[in-house]
C-alpha cells in the first residue's frame, strides 16, 4: 500500500507538471522569438527615415553602427552594411510588395522597402539567425526541468511520510491480530490514526477482551465441574477400601486415584490463564505398560485375549504422560464399548529410529462402519465422540484402517522428545 500510494502521488504530481510546464516551455520559445524579431524591426525602423533622405553618408555610418547586421541595397545596385548578395525577398520588396519576414535555414529575414525622394526604392534586409531566436530558452527550460525533478522529489517525499502514518497503524492492527492468534490475549492495539483506523483498533480490542472474557468463564466451569467430580471420587474410594478382596480393593482404588489426578490436572490447566504450554515428555514404554496392565482384569473378565508388544527399553516421546495414557485408555475404552465379549485386541509400540515412536491398537471385531464419524462431539454409538479426538491431539500423525473393512487399526505416531 505504501508503494501504491507514492506511484499515485508521483504519477498525478507529473501529469500536473506536464500539464503546466510544457505550455510555459512553448511560451518561453515564443516569447524568445518574439523579443529577437522586434529588437531587429527596431533597429531597421531607424534606419528607414535615413533611406528616405537619400542621405547616402549618414545612411552608411548608421547602418555600420548597428550591433544587428544589416544591409541595405541601393537602387544603383550598392550595397551598404553587412554584404549579402539579394535574396528572393529582397527582390520581391524592391518590387514593392511590402515588407517581408521570411523563414530561411539561417534564421529569420526581415525585408523592408523605403522609397526615396526621386521614387527609386531601397531595400533594408536583416537576418535574425537562430541563435537569436533561441536565445535564453535553454537555460529557461533546464530551470523548469529542474523545478519539475524537484518538485517530483518533494512531492514523493511528502507522499512517503503521509503513507507511512497510513501504514503504521494498519501494521500495528495487524501484529496485535498475529500476537492474538498466538493465544497472547492481553495483547492490545494502540488506537491511533485516522478515525476509521481507531474505529478498527477499538473494535480489536473489545473484540480480544471479549474472548479473554469467555475462556475466563469457561475455565471456571471446566474447573468447576472437575471439581464437582471429587465427592464422587471420594466415595468411590472409600467403597474401594471396603472391598473384601485385597487385590481388588488396590486395584479399584488405584483406578479411582488415578481419575482423582487426572481430575486435578484438569482444575490446574484450565485456571491456568496465560501460562506457556510446556511440552513435557515421558517413557512411552513405561506409560504403555501401566495402562495395558490396567485393562488387562478387565480383558480377562470379558474373556477377551489381550497381547502387547513393547520395546524392551525406554521410548522417550514429547507427549505428557497423563495426555499419552488418557489417548491409550480412551482407544481401549472404545475397543471394550464396540466390540462384544471374547473379541481379541493388541497393542504395540514400536520406537523410530529418528526419535519418537509408534502406537498401534487392533481388534479382531467388526471394524469401524463404513458411515464413520470422525469429527470432534460426533459419534455413531451413543458415546461422547471425543475418544479418537483426544488420541489424534497427541499424534503426529494419525491413522485408521479403512472403514467397513474386518478388524479395527488405530496407528498413532508420537513426536520425538526434544
Known sequence: MRARLTLLVAATTVLMLLAFLVPLAVLI??????????????????????????????????????????????????????????TAAVLLAAARHGSLTVATAAG???????VGAGGATVVIRTLVTEAELTRGVTRAWATLAALGVTLVLLGLFVADRL???????????????HRLAGAELTARAEESGPPELREVAGALNHLAGRIQDLLAAERE????????????????????????????????????????????SVIQQT???????????????????????????????????LHQQLPSGPAPVAVPADDLAAALDALLGNVFAHTPDGTALSVSLAALPEGGAVLTVADDGPGFPAALATGRGASGGGSTGLGLDIARQVAATFDLSPPGTPGAVIRLTLPAAA
Do not use: K, M, N, Y
Request: with cysteine; charged share 25%; glycine share 4%.
Open 221 to 264: 466451569r471446566v474447573a468447576d465441574l472437575s471439581h464437582r467430580l471429587r465427592t464422587p471420587l471420594t466415595a468411590l474410594r472409600l467403597e474401594a477400601e471396603s472391598l473384601r478382596d485385597p487385590e481388588e480393593s488396590a486395584r479399584v482404588a488405584a483406578a479411582a486415584d488415578q481419575l482423582a489426578r487426572a481430575v486435578t
Open 163 to 177: 503513507a507511512r502514518a497510513i501504514i503504521r497503524p494498519i501494521s500495528e492492527l495487524s501484529a496485535v491480530s
Open 271 to 305: 485456571r491456568r490463564a496465560d501460562a506457556p504450554v510446556r511440552f513435557a515428555g515421558c517413557d512411552a514404554t513405561a506409560v504403555v505398560a501401566a495402562r495395558v496392565a490396567f485393562w488387562a482384569v478387565l480383558a480377562e473378565d470379558t474373556g477377551r485375549a
Open 29 to 86: 520559445r515564443q516569447v524568445a522569438q518574439d523579443r529577437a524579431l522586434s529588437r531587429a524591426d527596431d533597429v531597421v525602423q531607424s534606419i528607414v527615415p535615413l533611406a528616405a533622405t537619400g542621405d547616402t553618408v549618414a545612411l552608411r555610418l548608421t547602418v555600420e553602427a548597428q550591433t544587428v547586421p544589416v544591409t541595405v541595397f541601393l537602387p544603383d545596385g550598392d550595397v551598404l552594411g553587412a554584404p549579402a548578395e539579394p
Open 108 to 114: 529569420r529575414e526581415l525585408v523592408v522597402p523605403v
